[in-house]
């Protein structure tokens, strides 16, 4: 991830949840991108490194465990930097121009002059992120097949080239992401102010939920409702005891419930759900997150410097 600011529950369920149960299962590394956040932010750099800090105790306080899985800053580990220059070198240009998301990016951050070598290249390094570890798979959304399918093209034309199989195509590993839409009903972004942020106290999210939007059909606490179509059953889905979902849901339909109950129930769910993560996250002192970063950054760049020596190898520039 970016370090472009603290993390919403959006964040959450989009990502981090389904990270929590790879850890248990894989050997895993999550980086803190902050290379890529300067792609966007290069005019104004300074506050990435402050970031930092927040996006790894966001990270603990929400369940990963640097016991468990590689937790490291991606600008510590300068074999990235060897290597996104190299496989550069091998990347047409029409590979980087055809990204989906290339145009996509530059039209939603119009008000950036992304004109750069950095960013048309930022596939490269996402390569790079990958590759060097030699994975078997990767955890992606549907939105970011093309950039797999870019690394699994660059790794093919290097292997070609060089008669080696240094780096294999890793696959890809779908993941479901819950849709869970922002306060205002649009995705939840920092940007658009419409943020549950996992840090935040409660005493600042009850007003938001006592704002937030339900379905406008219901004008009078008497008039029946759709959950399908309000924004507060989504959070109910991902936070409430399920076994009071079908109460919800009758309530709503039958008009026994105004937005009112809902929205208590639903304040109680948040208490519930961030009480632990506000917990784990007081525990995480920034000494403590230097240690993890520490011993992140050593693990990761024990595995980069070997496949660094590989790549100078079948390159013939180990001198």
């Not at 248990?24 to 506050?47: G, I, Q």
């Not at 530059?106 to 930022?122: P, V, W």
């Not at 920092?190 to 937030?212: A, H």
Request: net charge negative; charged share 30%; glycine share 6%.
């Amino acid at each position: 991830m970016r370090p472009t600011g603290p993390l919403h529950l959006g964040h959450y369920f989009g990502v981090i949840d389904n990270w929590l149960r790879l850890q248990e299962e894989y050997d895993c590394f999550f980086f803190v991108a902050d290379w890529h956040a300067l792609t966007s932010e290069y005019a104004d750099p300074t506050r990435i490194k402050g970031f930092i800090p927040g996006l790894v105790k966001d990270w603990v306080a929400a369940g990963l465990d640097p016991e468990k899985c590689s937790i490291f800053q991606q600008s510590q580990i300068k074999e990235h930097a060897e290597l996104n220059l190299i496989l550069s070198m091998y990347t047409p240009l029409g590979w980087l121009e055809r990204c989906p998301t290339y145009k996509d990016q530059k039209e939603q951050l119009s008000q950036k002059d992304l004109n750069t070598h950095g960013f048309l290249g930022y596939p490269v390094l996402m390569s790079v992120d990958i590759l060097m570890y030699k994975p078997l798979a990767v955890p992606v959304g549907k939105d970011q097949l093309p950039h797999l399918e870019l690394t699994r093209e660059i790794a093919r034309r290097f292997n070609h080239l060089n008669n080696t199989d240094l780096f294999p195509e890793p696959a890809d590993m779908l993941t479901e992401e819950p849709v869970l839409p922002g306060l205002d009903g649009r995705k939840m972004s920092k940007s658009y102010g419409n943020s549950i942020m996992l840090s935040e106290p409660l005493d600042e999210i009850m007003p938001k939920v006592r704002g937030m939007k339900t379905d406008e059909n219901r004008l009078r606490k008497s008039d029946p409702g759709d959950p399908d179509v309000c924004n507060l059953f989504p959070y109910h889905r991902l936070m409430t005891d399920k076994a009071r979902l079908p109460e919800i849901i009758k309530g709503c339909k039958d008009a026994s419930w105004g937005c009112v109950d809902c929205k208590k129930l639903l304040m109680e769910s948040l208490e519930r759900f961030l009480t632990p993560l506000h917990e784990r996250r007081a525990a995480c002192t920034d000494e403590k997150v230097r240690e993890i970063l520490e011993a992140g950054n050593a693990r990761a760049r024990s595995y980069a410097e070997k496949t660094m020596e590989e790549v100078r190898k079948v390159i013939n520039f180990d001198f």
